[in-house]
């Protein structure tokens, strides 16, 4: 079980989407329950990640079978300190997601059913994925669920939503195609063979020339899915017309998936490329967090509001991750498990009152605190979350992403740029308060001012289960940080110190060439060159 426990995650969603495609059209309820206790069995599998030694970086639970011999394409797949977490919050979101939408999905169950199995099956693969060509495949197959989830079961405009989400990802994903060909055979030109294997494609070294145009092209195809201001258009329309389950995994999951792009591909195949472009990214992320903000606090639709709160808060993640030390990767890659704690919260607590009003605008509500005091109680503690409230999640995320910023020693400057940039991201935390704080205000304070709202019901069984564990996170990372941190900083510190190796490589080279990046670490450490991993200092490069 050990041996295979990555294709073992891989399968259960596979098999248990077609054991739901051969169910019968009116088992209804087989289909829930069947869908929903895979998921859990997901989950449970999953966890065995968890108790893996991640004291040193790597990946764990690595497995490989040739696929297409030929071409060099296998079936490669493991876990690190990066995507372990990102593993979990896929496994422990979908079943609540799932569970959350038999409140209101009352047609096409087993389609639903079949098209939620069917993206976390795509989620996991493009996670654990180690083969360009198998991620590439995963992260096209992630595209037919959503769209379907959009297009079928969300609301008046769905099919304009959907199509316009699907072709911003297609196109992005059509220019990454053509850069990891033309990565691939400037391997096979050196080596003589071709392969998609990441951890070989990782020894090539490109010029600056092609290292700037494959970037550009990875990088757009994962600002879009980020998304990053200015792609950031077709997230609105998605979110609002998706159903509350499509809404919670496109904001927790799939959108962290632009994010580990930059960390897993593009960043560390590319470093002279990612080292130049990295402040602007992370200007752009500084954009996306005021603007968000500033887009959130003019919404009347509270929908929209939690889906421009997203736009701001994955800015931090960019600006962290730019960085390039170990608190500004390691916040980044914490306050992605954070935002989809707290933003999937969200989604879930507005499905809760659309169900019962049909309505999402916020002039319609009003005193709502007398009427759903339980209610009022769960979204008062996910928005002291989202807000970044000591002693929550938030908080610890951010201040390690606005910590790493402040401390970065990218060639941009130490005290000019990245100071401004942390500066006016810091901002982003007060603006973060005053939309939140204002939708709150509105929503459940004052007298009940509309008649409709003073008989709604308060939270039911179902609703409490599915927010009682994503409450649970909120505190747990707020007030033990270290149980996540601890299996993602040594990956964070290798991950500065093999950058450092290959943006030096990269610099000096004029041709494609192969390096050993493993030997040559080993060589700079012996001479006293290069610092090793354990002696990475927190602030910047080793």
């Not at 071409?71 to 896929?90: C, E």
């Not at 939309?435 to 929503?443: I, K, Q, S």
């Not at 000096?508 to 990046?517: K, N, Q, W």
Request: charged share 15%; proline share 4%.
């Amino acid at each position: 079980m050990n041996s295979h426990i990555v294709s073992w995650l891989l399968a259960i969603p596979a098999l248990s989407a077609l054991v739901v495609l051969l169910l019968p059209r009116p088992w209804e309820r087989t289909v829930r329950r069947f869908s929903i206790g895979a998921m859990l069995l997901e989950l449970l599998v999953s966890l065995r990640l968890v108790f893996a030694d991640y004291s040193t970086a790597g990946y764990r639970f690595v497995e490989q079978v040739q696929w297409v011999e030929s071409f060099g394409i296998s079936y490669k797949v493991g876990i690190d300190g990066f995507s372990l977490w990102l593993v979990i919050l896929t496994t422990a979101l979908s079943p609540v997601a799932l569970y959350a939408s038999w409140g209101s999905i009352t047609t096409r169950i087993k389609e639903y059913a079949l098209s939620f199995l069917l993206l976390e099956l795509g989620m996991l693969g493009a996670f654990v994925a180690l083969d360009l060509f198998l991620f590439y495949v995963f992260w096209e197959l992630m595209l037919v669920p959503m769209y379907l989830i959009i297009g079928i079961w969300g609301g008046k405009d769905r099919v304009y939503a959907a199509l316009k989400f699907f072709l911003y990802t297609m196109v992005g994903s059509l220019l990454m195609l053509v850069a990891i060909l033309y990565v691939v055979s400037s391997y096979r030109e050196l080596a003589g063979h071709y392969t998609f294997d990441l951890q070989e494609l990782s020894s090539l070294v490109l010029p600056a020339l092609p290292q700037y145009l494959c970037f550009a092209a990875f990088a757009l195809a994962f600002a879009i899915k980020v998304p990053m201001f200015p792609f950031h258009t077709w997230l609105p329309d998605a979110h609002v017309q998706a159903p509350t389950g499509g809404s919670v995994i496109l904001a927790a999951v799939l959108l962290k998936l632009g994010i580990y792009g930059f960390v897993r591909f593009a960043m560390p195949l590319f470093p002279v490329a990612s080292q130049a472009m990295g402040p602007v990214l992370a200007g752009l992320g500084v954009v996306g967090i005021i603007y968000g903000a500033y887009a959130a606090w003019v919404q009347r639709d509270l929908k929209k509001l939690v889906a421009y709160s997203s736009v701001s808060h994955m800015g931090f993640i960019l600006l962290g991750l730019f960085a390039m030390n170990r608190n500004g990767i390691s916040g980044a890659m914490l306050q992605m498990i954070n935002h989809g704690v707290s933003t999937g919260a969200l989604f879930l607590l507005v499905g809760v009152i659309y169900d019962r009003r049909h309505t999402r605008m916020l002039d319609d509500f009003g005193g709502l605190a007398k009427v759903m005091p339980w209610y009022a109680l769960f979204f008062v503690i996910i928005t002291m979350s989202s807000i970044g409230l000591p002693g929550t999640n938030g908080f610890i995320g951010e201040f390690m992403v606005l910590a790493g910023a402040f401390f970065s020693r990218t060639p941009i400057g130490f005290g000019t740029a990245w100071f401004v940039m942390t500066l006016l991201a810091a901002t982003g935390v007060i603006f973060a308060a005053v939309y939140m704080l204002h939708a709150v205000l509105r929503m459940f304070w004052g007298k009940v001012v509309h008649e409709e709202n003073s008989t709604l019901s308060d939270l039911n069984l179902r609703e409490v289960l599915s927010l009682l564990p994503l409450v649970g996170v909120v505190f747990w990372i707020g007030l033990y940080p270290s149980f996540f941190l601890d299996k993602m900083n040594p990956a964070a510190d290798e991950f500065v110190t093999d950058f450092t190796v290959r943006y030096d490589e990269g610099r000096r080279t004029s041709e494609p060439r192969l390096v050993d990046f493993e030997l040559l670490k080993r060589e700079l450490a012996a001479a006293g060159e290069l610092a090793v991993t354990e002696g990475a200092d927190q602030e910047g490069r080793p």
